[in-house]
């Protein structure tokens, strides 16, 4: 296979990303968006084991390391994604964000270890002053990319016991002082490297970039979680750009570029659906400092209802605005809810659903349930767009949801004041279905739930919407 084959087959699959994404913008085109992607990973993936075969001369023994890789590699990932279910799709996310990272590390190691053998020098030769930066950096930045994601896996799963798994910020005096010592030390490594090759500026950038990655994520906490795995998704893309520069490989280039690119503008769009600064977030999220997460809610009287009770306002009224959130997600109760959401349709209620920016524990989490019920696009409502329709509305009914609908995002002085949020509080009447009286991720008491219109009815929101289905008449 001639290069310009090789070059002509990487802009192809790169062109597939591009469209990837142009796809993935929407959810009516979200389908053929996937369809490029997997078609441009594969055209990428074979073309690269075709140009090592090259490089190898020929001889199999090491393409065929490659192979196993493949094999390996891709059956374990084929399995997860198969068993993996809706309300896990975080923790995931973030894993394959930190495999991400370890591969750059890996990539980057052999490099410097056996630069001849990638063709960045001849056979003796010391390593261009350009690529040992291109290298440092994104081996740093792996490394940053691989830790923080690991820490943002136990963060998301929130089942295990270690406290830097915990959902709760991990704070301490002087910390932000210490990821700035981190920072000017790894640069004075990259700096150190790019003098003097040397294995231990380098293990030593890499280390660096490890700790760094953990102390930037145990500050944030759950509230947080949406803008980190965006975050940690435009680190891992600057990493494989990074490596792609000394590889000379110009598929890595453009492919991260556009992760990198793509997940740095979704950060930003989370943080402003949060009234947050990009900066306040990885510097520290909702509790940055100590005792700023949650306050003991005062017992306070609400009006509650049963499921044949909020079926019976349900079944009278004319428009009706459904607010899923994360207790929706766990609950694994989207087919449950599509079903009412047809019952209802059926006797004449207009139907639709709202969506937060950041409900859930990811960006788009909320779409990816509705999604998979097979909730028709055109029901589903941005916040912008379905925030004037709450005034006009019989019943917004909430199910799960917390502080994307909590009015204290009005109030000065509030942890979350300024936050844009679903004005579900402006409907007639508000349903709103949790476990129990629990603060959300923000650690507050939600006004809306103290209010005469609003009625809580309190359960599994699967069981909940269930029973709302038979009393629908």
Known sequence: MSMNLVTLLYLLASVCFIQALKGLSHPTTSIRGNLFGMAGMTIAVFTTAALILKLAGGHAGGFGLVLAGLVVGGGIGAV???????????????????????????????????????????????????????????????????????????????????????????????????????????????????????????????????????????????????????????????????????????????????VGSSGAILSYIMCKAMNRSFFNVILGGFGAEPGAAATAAVQRNVRSGSADDAAFILGNAESVIIVPGYGLAVARAQHAVKELAQKLTAKGVQVRYAIHPVAGRMPGHMNVLLAEAEVPYDQVHEMEDINPEFGQTDVAIILGANDVVNPAALQKGSAIYGMPILEAYKARTVIVNKRSMAAGYAGLDNELFYMDKTMMVFGDAKKVVEDMVKAVE
């Open 80 to 258: 997860m994604a198969q068993r993996v279910e809706m309300t896990k799709m975080p923790e995931l996310v973030a894993f394959m964000h930190s495999m991400i990272g370890l591969a750059a590390v890996c990539i980057a190691v052999a490099a410097v270890a056996e630069p001849h053998a990638l063709g960045i020098a001849q056979p003796g030769e010391p390593l261009p002053g350009g690529n040992r930066i291109e290298l440092a950096l994104g081996c740093f930045i792996g490394a940053v990319t691989f830790s923080g994601s690991v820490i943002a896996f136990g963060k998301l799963s929130g089942k295990y016991r270690f406290r830097l798994f915990q959902g709760a910020p991990v704070v301490f005096a002087g910390q932000h002082l210490l990821n700035l010592a981190l920072g000017v030390a790894a640069i004075a490594c990259i700096a150190g490297f790019w003098h003097s090759q040397g294995w231990t500026s380098f293990l030593l950038v890499a280390a660096l970039g490890f700790a760094l990655g953990v102390l930037l994520i145990i500050p944030i906490g759950g509230a947080d979680m949406p803008v980190v795995v965006s975050m940690l998704n435009s680190y891992s893309g600057w990493a494989a750009a990074g490596i792609g520069f000394s590889l000379n490989n110009s598929m890595l280039i453009i492919a991260g570029s556009l």
